[in-house]
Structure formats: C-alpha cells, structure tokens
C-alpha cells in the first residue's frame, strides 16, 4: 500500500498528497476499511517533512475520506457521509412538526404568482423540435441579459441556485483547494464544499458584505475561489453595496493571489431583493460567475436559475450539463420568460418585495424595542442574537415556534449565539412574537406583556 500512494503522488505539497490518496479511495484501489500506513512512513518514502502528510491526512478526514482511530491507526471511510451529518439537515431537523415553522428559509406561497396563467398564456409548448438546440430561449436570454449586473461573456439556464453553485464547484474546485466563504455562510454550500474536499475559509462581514480587510488578510492562503451572496445574504439579510463590491473588487485585483480567484455569486433571493442587482462582475468581468435565482420571487417548482460569467467557465458548464439532462425544461423557460415580461405579475412581484419589507421592519421594530439584536435588511430571513441557542430553540417550541439554529451556518464560532427566523412567512402578531423571541433570546429588559402570550391564527 506504501508504494501505491507513492506511485500516485506527482505533487509532494500536502494538497497533492491529499489529492492523491482521494483518487485511489473514489477509484476503490485504496478500499473501505484498509488501514493506511503511517505519517511517518509515508514521509520517508516520499522524502519529505511528516508535518506534510500530516496535514494532508487532515484534509482527508475533514473531508470524511479517511478516519484516525488513536492507537489503531487510520482507515479509509465508506464513501458518502450520513445524512445526519449534514449542516443542512441541523438546520432543517425537526421543526416541521410545530404548528409556526419558521425555520425553512422559503417564500410566502401566497405572494408567489399563479404559474397556472402563465402556462395558459404561452398557449402552444412544442418549444423544442430537436436536442441539438440552444440550451436557453433567445427571448429569454435577451431579457436574462438585461437585467444581468454585469455584461457576461456568456450565459446558461440551469435547474435552481444550488445546481449552478453545484456545477461551478465542479468545474472550479479541486480536492484541498481553499475556498472563500462569507462567515456566518448557507450551510449547503459548505455541505457542498465539504464533499469535494474543499477547505473553507471565512471572511467577515458587515452591514455593507464582505470585509476588505478580512479578505485581502484570506487571500493569503493562496483559494481557488471566492463564494458570496450579493443580495439578500441567508442568514443576516445583508445586501452588499456597490463602493463595497467596488472595493472588493480592488482587493482582489491587487493580491498577487487575486487573479487566481474565481468569484461565485448566489444571488438567490432574486426579484424579491430590496437592493439593487450588484455585482464584483462589474469590475472583474473575467472572473466572476453570477447566479440569479428565480424560485423564491416567482415560484420554488420553476426550478429555474440563470448563469452568467466568463466563457470558458460557462461553456463547461453547458457542455457538462449535455451527459446529463441536457437543459432545462424549455416549457419551463417559455413560463419564467412570460412571468418576467408579464405587466400584471410584474406589479404582483413587486408587492410581494415591499411586503416583505414590511414584514421585515415591522419585526424588527418590535424586537428592538425589547432590546433583542437582530439583522433583516434584505430578503425573507433575520438573524437573531441569542443568549444559548439551545435554550432559545426549546423555548421557541414550547410556544410552539420552529427557528433555524444558527451553528450550522458559521464557519467558525461567531461572537455569539444566534438563531435564523425565516421572517418572510410572518403576517402579523409581530409585537406577541417579539416577546416571545425576547424572552427565548433572553433580552436584558421586557416591555409589559404576557411572555407566554400565543400567537394570532393569522400568524403562519
């Protein structure tokens, strides 16, 4: 076994390494259950530090590849890790079952317009004659290109947000490859980079997104890429400002390791986003892949998100997509294309974001009369500052209220607790659910009222 892991190292860094010893574990030549040989022997036969394998041996389990049992040694891991493990099932677990669940991260069902009228509309749905044509519609692209933050060199259509974010980290991120996350981050993203055996890398934020400082001081590991949520960031609700993508921008182009780094953008919130579209794009066209979302504004069964960045990138991205789906429904497409152009579901969306922004501020409002920190400046989610997330989460479920813990979403610990409420499906009943948040929060000062009031049945 010894020599099979050096005959499959071409690169000595701890990456290679790593990158090395994963192939022969996804090939099967290093099998489920085998013992690998020690750090030590590894790095006499490879003529190098034992530090090195070390730390490759690291990636490897934080990857779930391989596992160190103490004394026993360590064993390469059956592929796949339990769903349990997830941080995306930590935030989904349990909460369906209260009677208030406002821990899903979804939109309003009844702001969403009536796909229905659309499909009517578009009459006639034979919209393909061939598997050899374009994977978008030329009106839909036309439309797509308008509202783009930036002129993309190219642009593709695939199935949601988190399938373009799943094809780009395939054709972007290799096995040890750092990559830049925002902290606190969208747990499947992380999930996602875990998988490929990414490290992730938090950068700070604040009020206007990323920190220039905690960027640029990133940069130095040396990452493959850069992942951001311009708008409508989930979990805070931040949507970054156009001098801060600016100056992001700037960090990047003058790191001697910023040219290097591909910037993914999640716009996942879409159209019901108070902010501006914006994007780093504007100024780093060569390297920035943008992803806006269409299932939160205008339906979550559209499936539907566009790409856009560079050329090479896009094209992969296309032509991977052809040994398997193919593209995205075109009937879908015609649907999405009239919902865009449609005056009467313009006007609708357009309700829906000032609703949500209503629903928004109303909330926060009451919570800061309680003295309770919370974040929702964008978007359908708020962030809520809690004393133990614990004890906030069980005393939320005795009133029978469902929230989204907020561990799963850091990347590493953040200056406290912190619990998600998916603000976006709350109608009223703000000031009784302010103090029953107060109170789970843990605020320091109450205003007068029953902290064990329930909620109005109009309160979803």
Same mark, same amino acid.
């Given at each position: 076994?010894?020599?099979?892991?050096?005959?499959?190292?071409?690169?000595?860094?701890?990456?290679?390494?790593?990158?090395?010893?994963?192939?022969?574990?996804?090939?099967?030549?290093?099998?489920?259950?085998?013992?690998?040989?020690?750090?030590?022997?590894?790095?006499?036969?490879?003529?190098?530090?034992?530090?090195?394998?070390?730390?490759?041996?690291?990636?490897?389990?934080?990857?779930?590849?391989?596992?160190?049992?103490?004394?026993?040694?360590?064993?390469?891991?059956?592929?796949?890790?339990?769903?349990?493990?997830?941080?995306?099932?930590?935030?989904?677990?349990?909460?369906?079952?209260?009677?208030?669940?406002?821990?899903?991260?979804?939109?309003?069902?009844?702001?969403?317009?009536?796909?229905?009228?659309?499909?009517?509309?578009?009459?006639?749905?034979?919209?393909?004659?061939?598997?050899?044509?374009?994977?978008?519609?030329?009106?839909?692209?036309?439309?797509?290109?308008?509202?783009?933050?930036?002129?993309?060199?190219?642009?593709?259509?695939?199935?949601?947000?988190?399938?373009?974010?799943?094809?780009?980290?395939?054709?972007?991120?290799?096995?040890?490859?750092?990559?830049?996350?925002?902290?606190?981050?969208?747990?499947?993203?992380?999930?996602?980079?875990?998988?490929?055996?990414?490290?992730?890398?938090?950068?700070?934020?604040?009020?206007?997104?990323?920190?220039?400082?905690?960027? !640029?001081?990133?940069?130095?590991?040396?990452?493959?890429?850069?992942?951001?949520?311009?708008?409508?960031?989930?979990?805070?609700?931040?949507?970054?400002?156009?001098?801060?993508?600016?100056?992001?921008?700037?960090?990047?182009?003058?790191?001697?390791?910023?040219?290097?780094?591909?910037?993914?953008?999640?716009?996942?919130?879409?159209?019901?986003?108070?902010?501006?579209?914006?994007?780093?794009?504007?100024?780093?066209?060569?390297?920035?892949?943008?992803?806006?979302?269409?299932?939160?504004?205008?339906?979550?069964?559209?499936?539907?998100?566009?790409?856009?960045?560079?050329?090479?990138?896009?094209?992969?991205?296309?032509? !991977?997509?052809?040994?398997?789906?193919?593209?995205?429904? !075109?009937?879908?497409?015609?649907?999405?294309?009239?919902?865009?152009?449609?005056?009467?579901?313009?006007?609708?969306?357009?309700?829906?974001?000032?609703?949500?922004?209503?629903?928004?501020?109303?909330?926060?409002?009451?919570?800061?009369?309680?003295?309770?920190?919370?974040?929702?400046?964008?978007?359908?989610?708020?962030?809520?500052?809690?004393?133990?997330?614990?004890?906030?989460?069980?005393?939320?479920?005795?009133?029978?209220?469902?929230?989204?813990?907020?561990?799963?979403?850091?990347?590493?610990?953040?200056?406290?607790?912190?619990?998600?409420?998916?603000?976006?499906?709350?109608?009223?009943?703000?000031?009784?659910?302010?103090?029953?948040?107060?109170?789970?929060?843990?605020?320091?000062?109450?205003?007068?009222?029953?902290?064990? !009031?329930?909620?109005?049945?109009?309160?979803?």
């Amino acid at each position: 076994m010894l020599q099979l892991i050096a005959g499959a190292v071409n690169d000595r860094s701890a990456r290679g390494i790593a990158a090395a010893v994963s192939r022969l574990v996804h090939t099967g030549e290093l099998p489920a259950g085998a013992r690998l040989p020690t750090v030590r022997s590894v790095a006499r036969e490879l003529g190098i530090s034992p530090t090195t394998v070390s730390e490759a041996w690291r990636s490897l389990a934080t990857a779930g590849a391989i596992q160190t049992r103490g004394r026993s040694g360590t064993f390469v891991l059956t592929p796949g890790r339990p769903r349990q493990k997830l941080r995306y099932a930590r935030v989904t677990a349990g909460p369906a079952a209260l009677p208030h669940d406002f821990s899903t991260g979804v939109p309003d069902h009844d702001l969403l317009p009536d796909l229905g009228s659309a499909l009517r509309r578009i009459g006639d749905t034979r919209f393909t004659t061939s598997y050899l044509e374009e994977p978008v519609l030329p009106r839909l692209e036309s439309v797509l290109r308008e509202r783009w933050p930036f002129p993309p060199h190219q642009l593709t259509v695939v199935d949601g947000a988190l399938d373009a974010i799943d094809r780009l980290t395939s054709a972007v991120v290799r096995f040890g490859d750092h990559v830049l996350v925002e902290n606190p981050a969208f747990p499947p993203v992380l999930d996602l980079l875990e998988s490929v055996g990414a490290v992730a890398v938090p950068v700070a934020m604040d009020a206007d997104g990323l920190l220039p400082a905690s960027l !640029r001081t990133a940069l130095d590991v040396g990452p493959t890429a850069l992942y951001l949520q311009p708008r409508a960031h989930n979990p805070t609700g931040v949507s970054m400002t156009p001098a801060r993508a600016e100056q992001l921008a700037a960090v990047l182009a003058a790191h001697p390791l910023g040219g290097g780094v591909m910037v993914v953008e999640d716009d996942h919130a879409g159209d019901i986003a108070t902010a501006t579209p914006v994007s780093i794009g504007a100024w780093l066209p060569e390297q920035t892949a943008h992803v806006r979302s269409f299932s939160k504004s205008h339906g979550p069964d559209l499936r539907l998100a566009a790409v856009g960045g560079p050329s090479a990138l896009i094209a992969a991205v296309a032509d !991977r997509r052809l040994l398997g789906p193919g593209w995205s429904s !075109r009937i879908l497409q015609a649907v999405l294309l009239d919902l865009l152009t449609d005056s009467a579901v313009v006007k609708q969306i357009t309700a829906a974001r000032r609703e949500y922004a209503a629903r928004r501020d109303a909330l926060l409002t009451a919570l800061a009369a309680r003295d309770v920190r919370a974040t929702a400046a964008d978007g359908i989610n708020m962030w809520v500052s809690v004393r133990d997330q614990q004890v906030a989460m069980l005393s939320l479920a005795a009133h029978g209220i469902g929230v989204a813990p907020g561990a799963p979403f850091e990347v590493e610990p953040l200056d406290g607790d912190h619990i998600r409420v998916t603000v976006g499906l709350i109608r009223d009943g703000f000031d009784d659910l302010a103090d029953i948040l107060a109170s789970a929060a843990g605020a320091r000062h109450q205003t007068s009222g029953r902290r064990t !009031r329930s909620l109005r049945r109009g309160t979803r």
